[in-house]
């Protein structure tokens, strides 16, 4: 009888134990499904179509060299470069996806402006920066498609020294004529300088809007000369004051002149009207598609920058082009929040630098 009690006794231990191995699993399952039930969370984040595709291109990058692997980004001070100076709508592109930055990782961002030298000296500043993904350079489209058709020997070189990241923004040019120009629309604007060859001139700040003019003058036949400025002041008040018939510029500042009548809204570059001039036609509403264009701005990093450390800024960028304040205050501004993948923004560059060798061998410009 004895041993029948010992016998009960070990399997009551057995069974007991059994049960708390059983509990114990279950709890470890319990909390492993919730593990894996957040994880599962993370790919319905909202995110831009482009931004998912920069994903998969990251994720197949990433495979094949076997030992590119996403990182935390960024671990200290960001430094954004630019080739314009403070107070302008680039300026505020930059400060507006810095603060961003600033916000999301508690780390600063920094804007050092380096105008000058047609686009060079940002150019070269971001070329010789550290490469640790933490100075980025936020070029404007020029850098990378005009300049290097230039004659003159540039201080960086566009394909060797950078690695693309991805674009940031799109900005439509606004064809903005003079209250005082011999036509108030760009086709009646046309039919003037075909019956008076040579008598008409636009205005421009930068070399890639004369080279739309010239893409428009090329299109339509036309002999109209262009007048560079440095910057928009002086630009502004030769429009207003009848100087040039019309400019091929940003909406910012000449927007503001069109209620008074100094200044007539001709047409957009881009693909739709845009909200800041709604009554403004677009350059394919008025059959002069081919001379649509979207000025553009990109990031950039030093070439040596590890490719572990291009996906984590290129994962950053963007999913502060996704958020919804960036986009809005960008819109505000006259600007497209835009994002895209490295090979995306190379494309774009190869493709825009092609175009513009052809509009500058056909209009006979030298570059300086």
Do not use: C
Not at 236 to 246: K, S, T
């Amino acid at each position: 009888m004895m041993q029948a009690l010992l016998d009960r006794t070990t399997e009551l231990h057995e069974r007991m134990k059994t049960a708390r191995t059983r509990t114990a699993s279950r709890r470890t399952a319990g909390t492993l499904a919730a593990a894996l039930g957040l994880l599962a969370l993370v790919p319905l984040l909202p995110l831009s179509p482009l931004t998912a595709q920069a994903q998969t291109s990251a994720s197949r990058a990433t495979a094949a060299s076997g030992t590119a692997t996403a990182s935390a980004w960024p671990t200290r001070q960001v430094r954004i470069i630019l080739s314009f100076p403070p107070g302008g709508i680039t300026d505020l592109l930059a400060r507006t996806i810095g603060q961003a930055i600033q916000d999301r990782s508690g780390q600063p961002a920094v804007i050092d402006n380096r105008p000058g030298g047609n686009f060079v000296i940002a150019a070269e500043t971001a070329a010789r920066a550290p490469a640790d993904g933490h100075t980025l350079l936020l070029g404007t489209d020029s850098i990378f498609t005009v300049n290097p058709l230039s004659k003159n020997k540039l201080g960086y070189d566009a394909d060797r020294d950078f690695a693309p990241i991805s674009l940031a923004a799109l900005q439509t040019l606004f064809v903005v004529g003079s209250g005082k120009a011999p036509a108030r629309t760009l086709k009646d604007m046309i039919a003037y300088a075909k019956a008076h060859p040579g008598a008409l001139s636009f205005a421009t700040t930068a070399l890639v809007s004369q080279l739309v003019g010239e893409q428009l003058k090329q299109l339509t036949g036309t002999d109209i000369q262009a007048i560079p400025f440095k910057g928009s002041p002086p630009m502004l008040q030769a429009l207003i004051n009848g100087d040039v018939a019309f400019g091929i510029t940003t909406f910012t500042p000449y927007a503001s002149y069109l209620p008074d009548g100094r200044l007539v809204g001709l047409a957009v570059t881009g693909r739709k009207r845009e909200t800041i001039v709604p009554d403004v036609p677009t350059l394919a509403e008025l059959g002069m598609e081919e001379v649509g264009y979207h000025l553009w701005y990109g990031f950039w990093v030093p070439a040596a920058t590890p490719a572990s450390v291009q996906a984590a800024v290129l994962a950053e960028i963007h999913r502060v082009l996704d958020e919804p304040a960036v986009r809005r205050k960008l819109a505000d501004a006259g600007m497209e929040a835009a994002s895209s993948t490295p090979a995306e923004l190379n494309a774009r560059v190869q493709a825009d630098r092609a175009k513009w060798a052809r509009v500058i061998n056909s209009a006979g410009i030298q570059l300086n």
